[in-house]
């Protein structure tokens, strides 16, 4: 069933994010998303006249949440998509859930580590609203394929590198900290403190929170509730390995990429049986029908 809302540009029901070039380019052929709608960035699988998509897909062109919460809230304010899925690769905290090289990680919780008040000697978190991922895609979709991994692990086509610690890759669902620097070294100073701070946290990355900030902010309608994810695939570690991280990336990032889009594969096949609520207009007075 086609999503009724219609954005500037027209109407998905899946709105899919990556970053890198690497990832963009993996993720528009296993979605085969080969057509791009002229002078816009957007990319489906086939054109259509009016605007009217499964699944678009569009790459934030540049690391960070400033760039993140601009290229999600143009997704949203030109399709005005269902669900908005998040994907591609991060960095793992080794010491969290068995976590390996290769495992897929998908965010409860989306802690923001860019926003920091330094006062006598002291470091104090200040906040920003923000949402976190969907507790309906996490009860419903996600927590399935978590313990159904044949249902998603067959679509990874990419060759598992032979340096992996296990066989086969996971998924964790676990917080996730988004921020606004890359963490490649586990013994600067600054990296420390904050891994340290968010003591639970399963994965590092830089776009989540923008994501979760632009579909906060366009949270203004009871007739639009759109829906986030955040799946990424571990392609390096920040505990640990310093000399080793860009070389991890490297070799791990192809493979990583495919695992993430795997899972958000299954779940978006899935979504789209699920036929969307249209809004109902409120009864008037006497109009009960009984």
Not at 255 to 265: D, F, I, L
Request: glycine share 8%.
């Amino acid at each position: 069933m086609a999503n009724s809302l219609k954005g500037k540009i027209g109407s998905t029901r899946v709105g899919v994010l990556t970053v890198t070039v690497e990832e963009f380019d993996i993720v528009r052929g296993l979605f085969k998303a080969a057509n791009d709608i002229p002078a816009t960035g957007y990319f489906v699988e086939q054109l259509k006249s009016p605007h009217n998509y499964d699944v678009v897909l569009k790459r934030i062109n540049q690391q960070t949440n400033i760039v993140s919460y601009e290229v999600a809230g143009g997704l949203l304010e030109d399709f005005l998509p269902e669900l908005v899925i998040l994907l591609g690769t991060a960095g793992g905290n080794s010491a969290q859930d068995h976590l390996g090289l290769g495992d897929v990680v998908v965010a409860e919780y989306i802690s923001y580590a860019g926003y920091w008040k330094y006062k006598e000697g002291m470091t104090l978190e200040r906040k920003l609203p923000h949402d976190h991922p969907s507790n309906y895609l996490m009860q419903n979709f996600i927590e399935p394929l978590r313990v159904r991994t044949d249902r998603w692990r067959p679509k990874i086509k990419q060759p598992r590198p032979p340096e992996g610690d296990q066989a086969e890759p996971k998924m964790v669902i676990g917080e996730v900290v988004s921020g606004n620097s890359l963490y490649g070294d586990p013994t600067n100073a600054e990296q420390r403190r904050i891994m340290s701070y968010f003591d639970k946290a399963c994965a590092f990355e830089m776009e989540g929170f923008g994501v979760g900030r632009a579909v906060h902010s366009f949270r203004n309608s009871v007739y639009y509730n759109p829906q986030f994810l955040v799946i990424r695939g571990v392609s390096d570690f920040v505990d640990k390995y310093a000399a080793q991280n860009q070389t991890s990336r490297v070799k791990w990032t192809p493979y990583a990429v495919h695992a993430s889009a795997a899972v958000a594969m299954t779940l978006v096949e899935q979504y789209l049986q699920t036929p969307m609520e249209e809004p109902q207009p409120a009864k008037q007075e006497g109009q009960n029908g009984n």
